[in-house]
Structures are given as structure tokens and as C-alpha cells.
């Protein structure tokens, strides 16, 4: 004290920045506190221990599975839920398998044309089996998903593209080592969905070829199997396709509904020879197909407009029917064989 008292005290000493000998012992912590910048999008440092307000953190580096970088590069658990988008997300990819069960369970039923439910007894009871598949794959998924045994999960927020794909952001910072930080970001959309594919596949083969060998009587024996035969080769490009395309299909998956449901719509209309509104009731699997689109159209639907704001978002709903109703009221001005007919006589 007596020497930081004499050496205040020197006439015309001037210290720089305020920096007096009897502040230096406050700066000296601060600069044993400096740690080199973590390079890299998704590199950060985890937490090795904590001590009252006072966290001690490892080298940089990969974020363990759970976690991810926050705006300081220190890995933080992932301790948010799914929003709604995240969840409508989630049921497209639970929808695609179970939509393509459906579809090769008709095909090979003995109708080799595009056709939908119900055609046969058996091909109910595959259509129910196959959604009870998918369910119960559904429920173990998420059951066994953090935290486990609740259909509950937690989630870390998904904030742009490039989270789906940290493997393309390691950081090289000599040019030549390759610090290797590639985690799941955007935990757990991306792994859960081929946890849920590997449960569907495993109780298909479990349950599918005992049901198709009971109650497939009607159908030849060389397409007994096909659906099931089918199934193990759309389940890897389903892989495949979320392994590579998983975060376009994130940002994606609204529009996609709503195309594809509208021309399948156009398809079956088409095929199915209706013109008319009467022609639907013929055949209550027409109804059962124009009521699925419906269904599909509203999903697109609300997945594109989140229901942020109800009283504007509902009202879009209203827009279901639409392209039923413009299909009927246009079908009978595209007749082929009315355009040709029209053609003929020079109109």
C-alpha cells in the first residue's frame, strides 16, 4: 500500500487509458480470461463444469448430440419443443410411407391401373395393417425419443438451411486440417425421422407377410408379395431423400403437398371418367378419394399459413373445394372426344 501510495504520488506521471497502479490488479483477470476465437459456423465450446455463475469451457470443437452453438460459441442443450411447423413437418414424413403403402397395396390387388381404397376385403385389411404399422412406429419413435417415454420431445429451434447441413460448414483453418464441428443442429428432425423409418419397416416385416399370407387368397401367388417387395425399395430413397434433401423438404413440404395432391386429384377425375357431380356418388371409394384430397389440400394448406393469425388463416380454408368444383364445372369443355368432333366439322 505505501509503495502504490509513492508511486501515485510521483509529480507528472500520467497513466494511460486510466490504467493507475491501483487499478492493474482488476485488469489482470481479464486478460487471463481472453481465449482464441472458435472458427467455423457450428464449432463450439462445451461446458466442462460449472461453479456457481462461473462456467469452465473445453477446446473448441464438434457440440455433443442434444446441443448446439449459441451466439457466443459456447454448446448449449436443446431444451425447446417442436413449434407447429416442426410438427406438420414431422407428419409429412410420417405420411409419405404410409401414402405409399396404400398406393402399391392397390396396385397389386389385382387391378393393374391407378386406383384407390377399398377394392377388396384384403385390400382393406393391408390398408389397416399398414396404418396400424406406421402408427405404432410413430408412437415408439417418439417414446423413445429425449426425454424418454413421453410423446413429448425436445428440440433445438431450426433458424435457416445451412442447420441441415453442418457437414458442409468444417472449418479449415490452415488450408490443410480440417476441424470437423458437422452435428445435428436442428436435433432431432433430422435423425428422428429415420428412427420412425426403421421402426415402420421392421414391424412390416413382422406383421405384413403373416396378414398377406392369410387373407390374400384372391390374388395371384406371384403378387401376393409385391406391395411388401414394393415397400423395401421406396424405404431406401425415402432414406436417401431425407439424408440429402431433408432440409429443402423442411422449407418445401407445404408446396409440395398442394401440388401433388392437386394433380393426383386431376389424375383420378380424369381416369375415373366424372364429369359430373352425380358421377361421385356412384362409388363410395370416389368419395373416399375426393374427401383424402381434401384432406391433403388443408394440410398444405395450413402448414403454408402456420395459423399465426387464425381470424385471417381460417378463411383459407374455405378454398378446400376449389379445384373439385373447377374440375366439375370444366370438365364437360374438355371432353376429347368433343374437342375432336369440334375439330372435325372445322369449329
Sequence with gaps: MALRGLL???????WPNGASPGNAARAVPAAVDIQPACLGLYCGRTVLAVNGSVETYGDCGVCPRGQRTDDNKICRECLGSPDRYDWLYLGFMAMLPLVLHWFFIEWYSGKKRFVYP???????????????????????????????GSLHIRSCRVKKLSDWYTMLYNPSP????????????????????????????????????????KIACGLGRSDRFKSIYAALYFFPILTVLQAVGGGLLYYAFPYIILVLS?????????ASEVEFFKDLLVRKKRLVVLFSH??????????????????????????????ALFYLMTAKYTEPSRILSEGGNGH
Design 262 to 270: 392437386l394433380v393426383t386429384l386431376a389424375v383420378y377425375l380424369s
Design 118 to 148: 377399398f377394392s377388396s376385403s384384403s385390400a382393406l385389411l393391408q390398408h389397416l395393417t399398414a396404418l396400424l404399422e406406421c402408427s405404432a412406429a410413430a408412437v415408439v419413435t417418439l417414446l423413445l425419443s429425449d426425454p424418454v
Design 294 to 323: 381434401w384432406l391433403l389440400h388443408a394440410y398444405g394448406i395450413i402448414s403454408i399459413s402456420k395459423l399465426d393469425k387464425l381470424e385471417q388463416d381460417l378463411p383459407l380454408l374455405a378454398l378446400v373445394p376449389a379445384p
Design 8 to 14: 501515485e504520488a510521483v509529480p507528472g506521471r500520467e
Design 174 to 213: 490452415d488450408y490443410i486440417t480440417t476441424v470437423h464441428c458437422t452435428h445435428e443442429a436442428v436435433y432431432p428432425l433430422y435423425t428422428i425421422v429415420f428412427i420412425y423409418y426403421a421402426f415402420c419397416l421392421v414391424l412390416m416385416m413382422l406383421l405384413r407377410p403373416l396378414l398377406v399370407k
